[in-house]
Every structure is written in C-alpha cells, then in structure tokens.
C-alpha cells in the first residue's frame, strides 16, 4: 500500500510531503501473513517464544528519531489496551536498509528492485530474512518517507512520522495488531539544504493476548491525533477525497472480526455515519480476519471531541464499543 499525503502542522507552521506504504510479509492480499505459507491475515499460528533479536528495553539512541518513533507506537498501545512491542535488532536492520534503498534511488515504497544498488530483498518478509529473522514468525512491515522543508526536532519528526501512519485506514495496524517486536530504521540527507529523511518501521511476532477483545485504536481518551488524510493506495472505499480519522477494530491472531455499524458524533450533537470495513468486505483484501476498520468518509474538525459507537461480532460473538476521543491540529 502507498500513502502520498501532505499535511500541515498548525503549531509548528509546517508543510511537509509524507508519504507511507505498508505491505504484509509476502501475503498476496497485503494483511499479516505466515512467511512459510504466504498466506493472508487470520490463519496466523502465534508463538510464544520471541524472536531472536529481541531486546528486554529500547536501545535506540536517546533523542534520536528511531526512539521517539518507537515511543510513540506503544504510546498508543498501552494507552489502549494493546501490548507494548519490544525492540527486535534484526527488524531494526532490515527497516534501516529499506529507509536508506529508499534514499539512495529517490523511491518510495514497499518493495525493492534487486537492479537497484541498496538491495536487500523485494518484500518486508525477504529483507527480515535476509538480516537473521526467522521465516517461522510471522511479520509484517510498514515504511514511510519523509520530506519536509522545515527543521524539527528528532522528536517531532518521530512523533509526525507515525501520527502520518496511523491516519491511514490501512496503516493503523502499527497501533492495534496482536504483535511483539518491532524495529525502526532511519536514512537522512539533504535536499536544497533542508532534512530529507526517510524511515521504515517493521512489525512481527504476533501473539494472542488476554484480556476483553476486540480492543479498539483510538479508545477513551486518546488526545491529538490526525483529523483528516488523503493520497492513501490503493484509496480506501467510498472515498474521493481526504477522510477522518479511522478507528481500528482489533482481536487476536486468530480471531474473525466482522463489522456492523459506527458511528461518531461531535460536541454539537452531528451524527457521522462511518464507512465500516472489515477482511470480508474490504474490496482491496488488504484487511487480516482479525481487524475491522470504521471511518469517516470526509476529514473531522481539528481539536474537537468525538464520541464513537461501534458495534459489530468476533467469532460469531456481540460486541459493542463506545468512547471518545479528540482531534489535534494535524493533518495525516
């Protein structure tokens, strides 16, 4: 998938030019898969032993944006119930590579030519191999490109980078699937004396948590996040144009989620009925058995509270949610 989005950062009179793309670890169909298999999303065997690679607490530099990323990915987990990922060395590698290929051929996306000086491999799942993670875990990988014309801080542009990734109805994952590792990598130069800096994140290790599923991304509470986005590829259905922010539906590795209805409603009393999307009526087939989306089709309103109900069955099961959440200034 390939996200080209510009954006504004309000408070920081930034315009920048972002663009992501995130891909399953050699599924055809673009969800989680099993690297043996290539199979899609939902037919996952999690294991309970962590990959090699893995560390007990973050190495990343301190100050430095791989840290701020991975920071900020399990933010938004822990804040919603989801469990925190561990550093993993060899994913760190393996994205490091990507964000650098990326730089060096002036591309942005999820595969790699193997004409091209750089390469590691043509998908997430052959470059985590090709640096010593197992093909008996299960990974998948997200990556983004950053261009920007304005100088930030090392945290500012972690925390953009993925603020950009979870306002994708497709990239949202990083946010809400049942895995243990990540790894973050990042390449900079320079363009007409301006950062240029282009970063991968790679995810995997899934594993069944317990707890009360399916667990939701945003969840009660959850402050400043993207309030529109636009450029995602393939689009996300019954869109034209930019959309509002997604909530992610999430279960376990092996669990089927399948959407009923959402809405959300502002301060004012506004109803927006959302775009609900789940692996069996996703038209693009990028969505795993285990995670639901719901949408709005057109941006929210920056800096305002939305209160979301959804409702929807995991495994045949009832389930609703209902919560709020508020926008920040940002554009994803």
């Known amino acids: 998938m390939k996200n080209n989005s510009r954006f504004g950062l309000t408070t920081l009179s930034l315009a920048a030019m972002l663009a992501l793309t995130a891909c399953g670890g050699g599924g055809s169909d673009g ?15 999690p294991s309970n032993a962590l990959p090699p690679g893995t560390q007990s607490t973050a190495q990343y530099a301190s100050g430095s944006i791989e840290l701020a990323a991975f920071n900020r990915v399990n933010q938004y987990r822990i804040q919603c119930g989801f469990p925190a990922v561990q550093q993993n060395t060899l994913l760190d590698q393996a994205a490091a590579a990507h964000a650098a290929y990326g730089l060096q051929n002036n591309v942005i996306g999820d595969t790699e030519s193997s004409t091209n000086p750089g390469f590691t491999g043509a998908t997430y799942a052959d470059r985590a191999t090709h640096f010593g993670f197992p093909q008996s875990v299960d990974s998948t990988g997200e990556s983004v490109g950053y261009y920007t014309g304005a100088t930030l801080s090392n ?27 990540a790894g973050v990598g990042v390449a900079r130069t320079t363009f007409n004396g301006y950062p240029q800096i282009s970063a991968s994140l790679g995810i995997g290790g899934f594993r069944s948590t317990q707890g009360t599923m399916p667990l939701t991304f945003p969840c009660q ?35 089927t989620i399948l959407m009923q209805s959402g809405t959300m409603t502002d301060t004012s009393g506004n109803v927006i ?5 789940d692996s069996a009526s996703d038209p693009n087939k990028l969505l795993p058995k285990f995670e639901g989306v719901a949408y709005p089709t057109s941006p929210l309103k920056p800096n305002t509270t939305y209160s979301v109900s959804i409702t929807g069955t995991v495994n045949g099961t009832a389930f ?7 926008t920040g200034n940002v554009i994803g």
């Open 155 to 181: 945290d500012q542009y972690g925390n953009a980078l993925i603020d950009a990734l979870i306002s994708g109805v497709y990239h949202i994952a990083i946010a809400s699937w049942p895995i243990t590792v």
């Open 320 to 326: 609703s949610r209902n919560f709020t959440f508020t």
């Open 31 to 45: 969800g989680a898969s099993n690297n043996n298999s290539g199979s899609g999303g939902g037919g996952n065997s």
């Open 273 to 277: 009925s959302l775009k609900v999307l």
């Open 221 to 255: 509470g959850v402050t400043g996040v993207p309030y529109s986005s636009f450029g995602e590829t393939p689009t996300p259905p019954n869109t034209s144009g930019p959309w509002g922010t997604p909530v992610a539906v999430a279960g376990n590795p092996t669990d």
